[in-house]
């Protein structure tokens, strides 16, 4: 009996024990965090190199567009010129005859007569959807190409007359040239930030 009492340990000792073990525990708890806390800096570290990777490679395929569209919008400015000079002067008094003569819009638009008109129209259609949908950023294109304000102006009555008759007569297309206007938009905006300030569209 006596025996099994020396053996028990005693008040004192047991707390001994309990405070050694909290301390370990309290150790190893800050060892996990510090370890955590080291890892996660890891792999912010590698998720922050990742994206600017991704993000200098999704730049570097912009300006791949870009330069295509700006070396064919050297071209697209002769076209719009050739259009004015030549098709316009000879359409413009007789635009709704030739709309009906064709059947619609759009068949007079795919006519030979407004191929340069139409190469126009695409390649600025298209620039502006991929604007709008992010593919191209809008400061870069603003730098590098100059919008065609008075080209649009002077060729506007044709663009409605196409888009009112677009599918035959009285049948319209309400958005035909939707995304050159919305890039237009984006133009006349950034011409009226404070200087310095990045080009961007409205809303």
């Known amino acids: 009996m006596d025996e099994d009492l020396q053996a028990a340990p005693s008040g004192a000792h047991l707390g001994a024990l309990l405070m050694r073990w909290r301390s370990l525990v309290g150790i190893a708890s800050g060892i996990s965090v510090i370890v955590g806390a080291v890892i996660s800096v890891g792999q912010f570290r590698e998720f922050v190199d990742n994206s600017v990777k991704g993000d200098m490679s999704r730049r570097l395929a912009a300006l791949s567009h870009v330069k295509e569209f700006f070396a064919e919008d050297a071209r697209m400015a002769r076209r719009a010129h050739r259009f004015l000079a030549t098709h316009w002067l000879q359409i413009k ?3 709704q005859e030739k709309i009906r003569e064709a059947g619609s819009g759009e068949a ?14 695409y390649h600025y259609e298209q620039l502006g959807a991929l ?5 191209i950023e809008f400061p870069l294109v603003y730098e590098i190409i100059a919008f065609p304000d008075d080209y649009m102006d002077r060729i506007d009555p044709l663009r409605q007359a196409l888009a009112a008759h ?3 007569p009285e049948k319209p297309l309400n958005d035909l040239g939707a ?3 919305w890039l237009r938009a984006c133009y006349e905006y950034s011409r009226r930030l404070p200087p310095g300030k990045e080009p961007t569209c409205p809303g």
């Open 166 to 168: 677009w599918k035959g």
């Open 108 to 121: 007079f638009y795919l006519s030979e007569e407004m191929a340069d008109y139409a190469a126009v129209h």
């Open 179 to 181: 995304n050159i206007q």
């Open 131 to 135: 604007v709008k949908l992010g593919y």
């Open 93 to 95: 008094p007789h635009l």
